[in-house]
């Protein structure tokens, strides 16, 4: 299984970016699709969920009312759309997929290669 996060970027406090993180071999119903985050100097934090047979999805409070975890089951990808974001958004965000509803990273077997997103004051 191979996860390629996509859509980071530059941009102003306030803005909207669209994350979006597509995968190698089909996702099965019984997995768990997550986005996390890691900061310069920072561990590795939970961002959002998404149980792929329900939708049911789980938000850190951070984010919550902000960020908004969606799939598309049909192109096997995953989107993460960020609105008003703020400069401790500023993180390298990586997509995971794993079969706990967790939001530890320990609990995720597989891991994209990160997607820079910056955002200025």
């Known amino acids: 299984v191979q996860l390629q996060a996509c859509g980071g970027g530059l941009v102003q406090a306030g803005s909207s970016l669209r994350l979006s993180c597509s995968g190698s071999?089909?996702?099965?119903?019984?997995?768990?699709m997550a986005w996390f985050r890691q900061a310069p100097g920072k561990e590795r934090e939970f961002v959002a969920l998404i149980r792929w047979s329900t939708s049911r999805t789980l938000y850190a409070e951070s984010v919550k009312g902000r960020f908004t975890i969606s799939k598309d089951g049909a192109q096997n990808m995953m989107s993460l759309q960020m609105s008003n974001l703020e400069p401790e958004d500023t993180a390298v965000y990586y997509c995971a997929r794993g079969i706990r509803w967790s939001s530890q990273p320990a609990d995720y077997n597989y891991w994209g290669r990160g997607t820079q997103v910056t955002v200025s004051s």
């Open positions: 071999g089909r996702i099965y119903s019984s997995a768990v």
